[in-house]
Protein backbone atom coordinates (compact mmCIF):
# COMPACT_ATOMS: atom_id res chain seq x y z
CA UNK A 1 0.00 0.00 0.00
CA UNK A 2 2.67 2.37 1.08
CA UNK A 3 4.33 1.77 -2.73
CA UNK A 4 1.12 2.48 -4.21
CA UNK A 5 1.24 5.52 -2.16
CA UNK A 6 4.09 7.06 -2.83
CA UNK A 7 3.50 6.77 -6.31
CA UNK A 8 0.44 8.73 -6.08
CA UNK A 9 1.74 11.36 -4.28
CA UNK A 10 4.21 12.01 -7.18
CA UNK A 11 1.58 13.72 -9.16
CA UNK A 12 -0.07 15.29 -6.29
CA UNK A 13 3.20 17.71 -5.38
CA UNK A 14 4.32 18.19 -9.25
CA UNK A 15 4.42 22.28 -9.35
CA UNK A 16 2.24 21.83 -12.51
CA UNK A 17 -0.18 20.48 -11.01
CA UNK A 18 -0.33 22.91 -8.72
CA UNK A 19 -0.72 25.48 -11.37
CA UNK A 20 -3.45 22.87 -13.07
CA UNK A 21 -5.89 23.10 -10.07
CA UNK A 22 -5.50 27.00 -9.64
CA UNK A 23 -6.43 27.51 -13.55
CA UNK A 24 -9.85 24.96 -13.15
CA UNK A 25 -10.66 26.65 -10.36
CA UNK A 26 -10.59 29.78 -11.95
CA UNK A 27 -12.85 28.60 -14.93
CA UNK A 28 -15.62 27.54 -12.53
CA UNK A 29 -15.75 30.33 -9.68
CA UNK A 30 -18.42 32.96 -10.48
CA UNK A 31 -16.64 35.48 -8.51
CA UNK A 32 -14.62 37.54 -10.46
CA UNK A 33 -12.33 38.77 -7.47
CA UNK A 34 -11.78 34.94 -6.66
CA UNK A 35 -11.14 34.50 -10.05
CA UNK A 36 -9.02 37.01 -10.80
CA UNK A 37 -6.67 35.70 -7.60
CA UNK A 38 -6.67 32.58 -8.61
CA UNK A 39 -5.26 33.50 -11.93
CA UNK A 40 -2.65 35.29 -10.56
CA UNK A 41 -1.37 33.18 -8.02
CA UNK A 42 -1.42 30.53 -11.04
CA UNK A 43 0.63 32.60 -13.03
CA UNK A 44 3.17 33.28 -9.97
CA UNK A 45 3.42 29.77 -9.30
CA UNK A 46 4.14 29.39 -13.04
CA UNK A 47 7.02 31.20 -12.83
CA UNK A 48 8.32 30.95 -9.43
CA UNK A 49 8.86 26.96 -10.41
CA UNK A 50 10.02 27.87 -14.40
CA UNK A 51 13.13 29.81 -13.74
CA UNK A 52 16.07 27.80 -13.18
CA UNK A 53 17.66 30.32 -10.58
CA UNK A 54 15.15 29.31 -7.82
CA UNK A 55 15.85 25.51 -8.41
CA UNK A 56 19.92 26.29 -9.03
CA UNK A 57 20.14 27.69 -5.27
CA UNK A 58 17.99 25.46 -3.82
CA UNK A 59 19.97 22.06 -4.94
CA UNK A 60 23.24 24.12 -4.04
CA UNK A 61 22.17 23.85 -0.27
CA UNK A 62 20.45 20.32 -0.83
CA UNK A 63 22.60 18.07 -2.77
CA UNK A 64 25.49 16.28 -0.86
CA UNK A 65 29.47 17.93 -2.42
CA UNK A 66 31.81 15.66 -4.04
CA UNK A 67 33.60 13.08 -1.64
CA UNK A 68 37.11 13.87 -3.16
CA UNK A 69 38.61 12.16 0.20
CA UNK A 70 37.82 8.75 -0.40
CA UNK A 71 40.44 6.19 0.30
CA UNK A 72 40.91 2.88 -0.30
CA UNK A 73 39.71 -0.20 2.04
CA UNK A 74 36.14 0.26 1.55
CA UNK A 75 34.81 -3.43 1.60
CA UNK A 76 31.34 -2.57 -1.00
CA UNK A 77 30.24 0.01 -2.89
CA UNK A 78 26.51 0.06 -2.91
CA UNK A 79 25.24 1.41 -5.93
CA UNK A 80 21.52 2.12 -5.83
CA UNK A 81 19.08 1.63 -9.14
CA UNK A 82 17.32 4.18 -11.29
CA UNK A 83 19.95 4.67 -13.99
CA UNK A 84 18.37 1.83 -15.96
CA UNK A 85 15.45 2.56 -18.39
CA UNK A 86 13.39 -0.30 -19.85
CA UNK A 87 12.86 -0.23 -23.43
CA UNK A 88 10.27 -1.10 -25.88
CA UNK A 89 11.34 -4.61 -26.92
CA UNK A 90 11.82 -5.36 -22.93
CA UNK A 91 15.32 -4.55 -22.85
CA UNK A 92 17.30 -2.03 -20.83
CA UNK A 93 19.43 1.19 -22.22
CA UNK A 94 21.43 3.65 -19.40
CA UNK A 95 19.36 6.96 -19.00
CA UNK A 96 20.59 10.53 -17.48
CA UNK A 97 21.45 9.02 -14.34
CA UNK A 98 24.48 6.91 -15.75
CA UNK A 99 27.07 8.75 -14.09
CA UNK A 100 25.72 6.45 -10.94
CA UNK A 101 26.86 3.45 -12.47
CA UNK A 102 30.78 5.02 -13.99
CA UNK A 103 31.72 6.29 -10.56
CA UNK A 104 30.85 3.02 -9.01
CA UNK A 105 32.87 0.87 -11.35
CA UNK A 106 35.65 3.59 -11.17
CA UNK A 107 35.27 2.92 -7.21
CA UNK A 108 35.88 -0.79 -8.09
CA UNK A 109 38.15 -0.49 -10.93
CA UNK A 110 40.63 1.49 -8.57
CA UNK A 111 40.62 -0.95 -5.27
CA UNK A 112 39.00 1.65 -3.42
CA UNK A 113 35.74 -0.98 -2.99
CA UNK A 114 36.73 -4.91 -2.80
CA UNK A 115 32.81 -5.42 -4.04
CA UNK A 116 29.97 -3.74 -5.42
CA UNK A 117 26.60 -4.34 -4.49
CA UNK A 118 24.01 -3.23 -7.08
CA UNK A 119 20.45 -2.82 -6.03
CA UNK A 120 17.16 -1.65 -8.06
CA UNK A 121 14.57 -4.13 -9.60
CA UNK A 122 11.26 -2.16 -11.31
CA UNK A 123 9.64 0.50 -9.74
CA UNK A 124 6.64 0.54 -11.92
CA UNK A 125 3.20 0.23 -10.78
CA UNK A 126 2.39 -2.19 -13.47
CA UNK A 127 5.94 -3.86 -13.87
CA UNK A 128 7.24 -5.85 -16.28
CA UNK A 129 9.71 -8.75 -16.23
CA UNK A 130 12.15 -6.46 -16.65
CA UNK A 131 14.69 -6.25 -13.88
CA UNK A 132 17.28 -3.56 -13.67
CA UNK A 133 19.78 -6.05 -11.33
CA UNK A 134 19.71 -8.16 -14.46
CA UNK A 135 20.62 -6.12 -17.25
CA UNK A 136 23.63 -4.01 -14.49
CA UNK A 137 25.17 -7.87 -14.09
CA UNK A 138 24.99 -8.47 -17.11
CA UNK A 139 26.87 -4.82 -18.15
CA UNK A 140 29.56 -5.47 -15.53
CA UNK A 141 29.86 -8.56 -17.15
CA UNK A 142 31.18 -7.16 -19.84
CA UNK A 143 33.53 -4.55 -18.51
CA UNK A 144 35.33 -7.32 -17.15
CA UNK A 145 34.35 -7.74 -13.59
CA UNK A 146 34.30 -11.08 -11.86
CA UNK A 147 31.02 -12.47 -10.63
CA UNK A 148 32.84 -12.92 -7.46
CA UNK A 149 33.28 -9.17 -6.74
CA UNK A 150 29.43 -8.35 -7.33
CA UNK A 151 26.33 -8.89 -5.02
CA UNK A 152 23.37 -8.45 -6.90
CA UNK A 153 19.75 -7.24 -5.95
CA UNK A 154 16.90 -7.46 -8.66
CA UNK A 155 13.77 -6.59 -6.49
CA UNK A 156 14.10 -3.65 -4.56
CA UNK A 157 11.12 -1.14 -6.09
CA UNK A 158 12.15 1.92 -4.01
CA UNK A 159 14.92 3.23 -1.84
CA UNK A 160 13.54 1.48 1.20
CA UNK A 161 13.70 -1.93 -0.38
CA UNK A 162 17.27 -0.97 -1.64
CA UNK A 163 18.25 -0.25 2.01
CA UNK A 164 16.88 -3.69 3.45
CA UNK A 165 17.85 -5.93 0.51
CA UNK A 166 21.85 -4.24 0.86
CA UNK A 167 21.73 -5.49 4.53
CA UNK A 168 20.43 -8.94 3.90
CA UNK A 169 23.29 -9.52 1.34
CA UNK A 170 26.19 -7.60 2.77
CA UNK A 171 25.56 -9.28 6.06
CA UNK A 172 25.31 -13.13 3.74
CA UNK A 173 28.82 -12.35 1.94
CA UNK A 174 30.43 -11.50 5.62
CA UNK A 175 31.41 -7.47 4.43
CA UNK A 176 32.41 -5.27 7.37
CA UNK A 177 31.17 -1.77 7.23
CA UNK A 178 31.43 1.67 6.59
CA UNK A 179 30.28 0.89 2.83
CA UNK A 180 30.27 3.36 0.23
CA UNK A 181 26.73 4.81 -1.16
CA UNK A 182 26.65 5.79 -5.15
CA UNK A 183 23.62 7.50 -6.18
CA UNK A 184 22.60 10.93 -7.73
CA UNK A 185 23.84 14.05 -5.28
CA UNK A 186 19.44 15.09 -4.90
CA UNK A 187 18.73 11.54 -3.81
CA UNK A 188 22.24 11.18 -1.70
CA UNK A 189 20.43 13.54 1.18
CA UNK A 190 17.44 10.82 1.67
CA UNK A 191 19.26 7.41 0.88
CA UNK A 192 21.75 8.20 3.45
CA UNK A 193 18.79 8.75 6.20
CA UNK A 194 17.00 5.33 5.03
CA UNK A 195 20.18 3.65 4.85
CA UNK A 196 21.50 4.80 8.38
CA UNK A 197 18.00 3.69 9.84
CA UNK A 198 18.59 0.14 8.95
CA UNK A 199 21.99 0.03 10.61
CA UNK A 200 23.57 0.75 7.68
CA UNK A 201 27.27 2.50 8.08
CA UNK A 202 27.59 4.43 4.65
CA UNK A 203 30.22 7.00 3.32
CA UNK A 204 28.35 9.48 0.94
CA UNK A 205 30.20 9.46 -2.78
CA UNK A 206 27.53 11.56 -4.64
CA UNK A 207 26.90 11.66 -8.69
CA UNK A 208 25.03 12.68 -11.17
CA UNK A 209 24.76 16.35 -10.24
CA UNK A 210 21.71 17.67 -12.25
CA UNK A 211 21.30 21.43 -10.94
CA UNK A 212 22.90 24.14 -8.91
CA UNK A 213 26.51 24.06 -10.39
CA UNK A 214 26.50 27.63 -12.23
CA UNK A 215 23.87 30.76 -11.98
CA UNK A 216 23.33 32.85 -14.49
CA UNK A 217 20.66 35.92 -15.19
CA UNK A 218 19.28 33.85 -18.23
CA UNK A 219 18.30 31.17 -15.49
CA UNK A 220 15.33 34.19 -14.33
CA UNK A 221 13.27 33.38 -17.47
CA UNK A 222 10.92 30.71 -17.38
CA UNK A 223 11.36 27.13 -18.96
CA UNK A 224 10.34 23.54 -19.25
CA UNK A 225 13.33 22.04 -17.53
CA UNK A 226 13.00 23.75 -14.10
CA UNK A 227 9.42 22.20 -14.09
CA UNK A 228 10.78 18.43 -14.51
CA UNK A 229 14.27 19.36 -11.96
CA UNK A 230 11.72 20.63 -9.10
CA UNK A 231 9.79 17.97 -9.18
CA UNK A 232 12.50 15.70 -8.51
CA UNK A 233 13.86 18.12 -5.71
CA UNK A 234 10.49 17.97 -4.18
CA UNK A 235 10.15 14.36 -4.42
CA UNK A 236 13.11 14.07 -2.47
CA UNK A 237 11.98 16.14 0.57
CA UNK A 238 9.10 14.68 0.81
CA UNK A 239 10.52 11.42 0.90
CA UNK A 240 13.11 12.64 3.21
CA UNK A 241 10.17 14.02 5.85
CA UNK A 242 8.10 11.02 5.43
CA UNK A 243 11.66 9.34 6.35
CA UNK A 244 11.92 10.89 9.25
CA UNK A 245 8.81 10.34 10.67
CA UNK A 246 8.93 6.65 10.09
Not at 240 to 245: A, D, G, H, N
Amino acid sequence: MYFILSKLLLVIIQPFTWVGVLLLLAVFTKQPKKKQRLLVTACIVLYLFSNSLLINLYARMWDYPPNTSVKRGFSAVILLGGFISEDEDGGGHFNMAADRYIQATKLLNNHTASHLLFTGGNGSLNPSEFREGKFVRNELRRAGFADSLLLIDSLARNTFENAENSKVLLQKANLKPPYLLVTSAFHMRRAVLIYKKQGINVVPYPSHYIAGKHIYISDLLPGTDAFSTWNTYLKELVGYIVTCLK
